[in-house]
């Protein structure tokens, strides 16, 4: 049981980082066009 939600957790964190991640890069794009 323990695994199993730290498995969800590192999932959870992982899909997280992902949106972080290409928010990020959007961002960077919209400031390198101006």
Not at 2 to 19: F, K, P, S
Not at 20 to 28: D, E, H, M
Request: charge should be positive; hydrophobic fraction near 30%; aromatic fraction near 6%.
């Amino acid at each position: 049981m323990i695994t199993a939600a730290t498995e969800e957790r590192y999932v959870d964190a992982a899909q997280w980082r992902d949106e972080l991640n290409q928010l990020r890069s959007k961002r960077s794009d919209r400031t390198k066009q101006k």
